[in-house]
């Protein structure tokens, strides 16, 4: 990811970067993502990470950032003699993009006022004193 403001805005970024952008999730959760949503059913951490080609770890670790991040959900599967397991699936992409751009409108918002206050601080000011030599 970018280091800088500008650099970021330089960057040639996909929509699945936003992920990255908003909550500092990292390459292997855009994956996890992107299989959650191409399947058309949910996927137990042990599926998941058959289908990215990692340890039964890393998939869990990345799946309880998708989960933090609020970007998929996980149910609960009983079975019928007793015992349950957990599937992941992801969350309605309508309600995620609604909570990115309430977010972005938030931060906007707070870098207006910083702005602001940056330039009541060190803007010119008509009554500063000049030095004469």
Aim: with cysteine.
């Amino acid at each position: 990811m970018a280091d800088s403001m500008s650099e970021m805005l330089q960057q040639d970024m996909e929509c699945e970067g936003l992920l990255e952008c908003f909550h500092d999730l990292k390459e292997i959760d855009r994956n996890v993502f992107r299989h959650l949503n191409d399947t058309n059913e949910p996927l137990t951490v042990d599926d998941i990470a058959d289908e990215i080609d990692r340890e039964r770890s890393t998939a869990y670790r990345s799946v309880q950032r998708l989960i933090q991040a609020g970007f998929i959900r996980k149910e609960q599967v009983n079975y019928e003699q007793g015992g349950y397991y957990h599937v992941y699936l992801p969350r309605d992409a309508d309600e995620i993009a609604h909570e990115m751009q309430r977010m972005l409108n938030d931060w906007y918002a707070q870098m207006g006022q910083l702005i602001g206050e940056f330039n009541e601080k060190y803007g010119n000011k008509p009554d500063t004193p000049t030095v004469e030599r």
